[in-house]
């Protein structure tokens, strides 16, 4: 079980850093390509902001490195935000900063205390999800993730 405890909180405190500047913009070169619509659902509490990270390939969502990121303010049961990507292989890693101050907090065990979620709303056995569990495509017509968070 300690094993498990510190994969989770390996992933979310990398996450919690990874949005240390809150937005990553893509790229001023970027073809604007296709639409990434991301909805969070189940959102408990109406305040904060959900922190969003789209990662494009494995390695890139191995080893925390988002190609865009940004953080969505709160203000009901759900939020929506749209990314321009071109086409590819996605994951997504989210978690809702419902007190707002930019780290995914966790309890004295490690474990996160703030909701948190995958694109495919992989499910979290053993530690993180994997790739092949949260990715998904990103084609020419644009793709949409519906998220319930934990």
């Not at 079980?1 to 850093?17: C, E, P, Q, V, Y």
């Not at 865009?68 to 990507?85: I, K, M, P, W």
């Not at 995958?118 to 990103?138: C, D, L, M, Q, Y």
Request: proline residues 9%; hydrophobic residues 40%; charged residues 20%.
């Amino acid at each position: 079980m300690k094993h498990d405890i510190r994969l989770i909180t390996a992933l979310f405190m990398a996450t919690g850093s990874l949005f240390a500047s809150a937005v990553i913009p893509p790229p001023a070169d970027a073809d604007p390509g296709s639409t990434l619509s991301v909805t969070v659902e189940r959102v408990a509490e109406p305040r904060g902001q959900i922190m969003i990270a789209i990662f494009k390939g494995e390695e890139a969502y191995k080893t925390n490195q988002p190609i865009q990121a940004t953080a969505a303010s709160v203000e009901g049961d759900s939020v929506t935000a749209e990314f321009s990507l071109e086409p590819g292989e996605y994951g997504i890693k989210l978690y809702h900063d419902v007190n707002g101050d930019g780290e995914m907090n966790t309890n004295p065990f490690g474990m996160p205390t703030e909701p948190f979620g995958f694109s495919n709303n992989a499910p979290v056995r053993f530690g993180p999800p994997g790739w092949n569990a949260a990715k998904f495509e990103i084609g020419a017509e644009g793709a949409s993730q519906i998220i319930s968070i934990n």
